[in-house]
């Protein structure tokens, strides 16, 4: 008696979690490119330092939204400079197995759950601190790896 033994082989190519969109008033998560102030792509230089976010453009007190389903980790200190304490605030998140951080938002909370789609918070007015840069909100990965990939 034969046997006839057949191995099937199954591969996934599975995408990455994308993010959804991020602000009301831009849908398609567009970028913000080059301005006076640099440009927002991950790794454009910012004089001795590199970029280390992709900035996704958003009107000072415009709806952020949870990207997808997300819970909280706390809120984020973007900068030292009292200077710039009018858009020094920011939250650490977690979702779809990423970790990343949204600069430039108070966030109506810091711990519990948000649902994709959900408001998070209100964009914070970056003009007052830039004048003339296009508003945006700074999506940095924890490990500081490029995010865009999931945009």
Not at 66 to 75: I, K, M, Q
Not at 82 to 88: D, G
Not at 92 to 114: A, E, H, M, W
Not at 130 to 150: A, E, F, L, R
Request: aromatic share 8%.
């Amino acid at each position: 008696m034969k046997r006839i033994i057949i191995l099937s082989v199954v591969f996934c190519l599975c995408e990455g979690v994308r993010f959804g969109q991020l602000c009301s008033g831009n849908p398609t998560n567009s970028r913000r490119t080059s301005d006076n102030w640099g440009g927002g792509q991950y790794g454009a230089r910012r004089g001795t330092r590199t970029h280390k976010g992709l900035d996704i453009r958003c009107a000072d007190g415009s709806v952020v939204y949870a990207p997808f389903d997300v819970t909280l980790h706390g809120g984020v200190i973007v900068y030292t400079d009292p200077k710039k304490t009018a858009i020094n605030n920011g939250i650490n998140l977690r979702g779809g197995d990423l970790c990343f951080k949204l600069f430039y938002i108070q966030p109506d909370k810091t711990s519990g759950s948000v649902a994709g789609g959900e408001r998070l918070g209100v964009m914070l007015n970056m003009q007052s601190v830039y004048p003339g840069i296009t508003s945006h909100i700074h999506v940095q990965m924890c490990n500081k790896s490029d995010p865009t990939p999931h945009f």
